[in-house]
């Protein structure tokens, strides 16, 4: 009986780093200072600059980003009265005057931007000049925040940073906004898509390619198409995935062969190579010259192959003319060694099999 082949698998490295401690040491004259950053919004601003500059002499001390939950520390500053503030992409948001930093001590001091615009609609008092200007800035990045432009602005940070629902979030007021605009509902269903929330990015893309009907865009539309597959296929709908990467051909057959590629790889990377033959099969059929479309139909292929009882692997059928194609093409290639190593191996198995049923006896006439 012949047994699917088992694929080797290579082993998964972990990395550790190893923390190194020191002992504390003592710093004479100097505390430090640490707090969180809340922006407008009401959530932690990632990544932004807190500046702490000495009002007694000319002496400039900065956090460079704040990490992932807004928090900041700096240690070692000299007891003395400082200016604070939080800088986003080179301009200052809000400050905090005459802020004493405590010898040997940490001074707590934490930045609430939401709070502080909504204390200053209360509390109205006469403002120095610095913070007349530091008050003009919060109002102008409140007022753009509630722009279409500014959530959508917003979620592409959130998107980038990796924090998906809050991408999502922010996508969704976008499209609240003005629901004419194509990108936001595309944008919206990557930001669900990299939730595995399918059903939603699904539903985000239709919207898209509905907006975009008023206004044909076929380059575009060619590809919400093929992002729309890739989510199909993450989903497990490969008569779907297939349908919608189809119509991306049909729309832009320069992309055509990128397009299955782009499928094949997303089942791949998922874990269901057998299921990307047929995507790698499309890529090669619209571009017979996409060579490492070959190499990765080979390498796919290879998921189907078997064993004979002896522990032979027979290659699935156009496995090794993948490989060869894939070095007619790119005969000094990054994967050229791979395959012709690949065609070595399996070229002996077959034939090994082809002796073996040469050598069997001829059946009896009845």
Do not use: W
């Not at 976008?174 to 004419?180: H, I, K, R, Y």
């Not at 497990?236 to 919608?244: D, N, T």
């Not at 299921?275 to 390498?299: C, M, R, W």
Request: aromatic share 8%.
């Amino acid at each position: 009986m012949i047994k699917p082949a088992k694929l080797l698998s290579l082993p998964i490295l972990l990395l550790l780093s190893l923390a190194l401690f020191a002992p504390r040491q003592a710093l004479a004259q100097t505390g430090s200072i640490e707090g969180d950053v809340i922006g407008f919004e009401g959530t932690p601003l990632v990544g932004v600059t807190v500046t702490i500059d000495r009002k007694d002499i000319k002496q400039h001390f900065e956090v460079k980003k704040t990490d992932k939950k807004g928090h900041y520390f700096h240690a070692g500053l000299p007891v003395a009265f400082y200016r604070v503030g939080v800088v986003q992409d080179g301009k200052e948001l809000y400050f905090f005057d005459n802020i004493k930093v405590p010898l040997g001590d940490t001074m707590k001091l934490d930045f609430n931007l939401k709070q502080e615009m909504e204390r200053a609609k209360t509390q109205p008092r006469e403002l120095t000049k610095e913070e007349k200007e530091a008050r003009a800035k919060q109002d102008e990045e409140a007022k753009k925040h509630d722009t279409m432009k500014g959530r959508f602005e917003k979620g592409r940070e959130f998107y980038q940073a990796k924090q998906y629902d809050q991408a999502v979030e922010e996508f969704k007021a976008a499209a609240e906004l003005d629901p004419t605009q194509h990108v936001v509902f595309a944008n919206l269903a990557e930001a669900y898509k990299n939730t595995r929330k399918y059903d939603d990015a699904v539903q985000s893309y239709t919207k898209a390619l509905e907006v975009l009907s008023a206004k044909p865009d076929p380059a575009t539309e060619a590809s919400y198409h093929m992002n729309l597959a890739l989510v199909y296929a993450l989903a497990g709908k490969m008569p779907e995935a297939l349908g919608e990467t189809e119509k991306s051909t049909k729309l832009n057959p320069a992309t055509g062969s990128k397009a299955y590629y782009n499928l094949g790889a997303t089942l791949v990377n998922s874990g269901k190579a057998s299921e990307a033959v047929d995507a790698f099969k499309k890529s090669t059929e619209v571009d017979p010259n996409n060579a490492d479309a070959h190499y990765q139909l080979g390498i796919c292929l290879m998921a189907r192959a078997q064993t004979t009882p002896d522990g032979k692997v027979l290659p699935a059928p156009g496995t090794v003319e993948a490989f060869q194609k894939y070095i007619d093409l790119q005969p000094n290639g990054n994967y050229a060694a791979v395959a012709k190593d690949m065609i070595t191996t399996l070229s002996a198995t077959v034939e090994t099999k082809f002796k073996a049923e040469k050598e069997k006896p001829a059946p009896k006439k009845k």
